[in-house]
């Protein structure tokens, strides 16, 4: 065989290596997609039930929370039903401030487990879009262009206070 074979052979198994790369990555960003979608609704979910939950405490407990109290959660609680101008974050943020302020003996339980399933609801949400968003910027990805059409997803980042319980460390207190 000739070199200029040999070259030919080189070429062609290159070109089939990079076509079965392009076909398992494609694949992959496929049900990273997927994975994605299915994580934001039931991070969605959970955030609603939080709400609602919340919306249902000031209604029913006012007299042991306060009027002020009460009035903030009742408000922070509309507001992350249906959050202005689409920011979903600060509507989150800041009825999870109001409902940290409420006293544990008036604090449901299946709040507190509704403020547990967001928390890893939005751990697994964020885990996907950092796996989405991994294999997208490598090298090859962005030179075949691969999902190029689609926008990168973002993290959903709010202050739960879980931090310490999901990742095993204790934040510091100033």
Do not use: K
Request: net charge positive.
């Amino acid at each position: 065989m000739t070199t200029a074979t040999w070259l030919l052979l080189a070429a062609g198994l290159l070109v089939v290596l990079v076509l079965g790369w392009a076909g398992w990555t494609l694949t992959r960003l496929r049900r990273l997609a997927g994975r994605v979608r299915r994580a934001r609704e039931v991070l969605d979910a959970g955030l609603l039930r939080r709400a609602e939950l919340a919306a249902a405490l000031a209604r029913e407990h006012a007299e042991d929370l306060g009027p002020e109290l009460a009035a903030a959660l009742a408000t922070a609680a509309a507001g992350a039903r249906a959050p202005s101008a689409g920011d979903r974050e600060a509507a989150e943020n800041l009825l999870g401030r109001w409902l940290r302020r409420v006293p544990t003996g008036v604090l449901p339980p299946e709040l507190q487990d509704a403020g547990m399933r967001v928390g890893l609801a939005r751990r697994f949400y964020n885990d996907a879009v950092r796996d989405t968003r991994t294999l997208r910027r490598g090298r090859l990805a962005r030179v075949l262009r691969l999902h190029a059409d689609r926008p990168l997803p973002r993290y959903f980042d709010i202050d739960d206070g879980l931090d310490a319980v999901l990742t095993g460390t204790a934040r510091s207190a100033g």
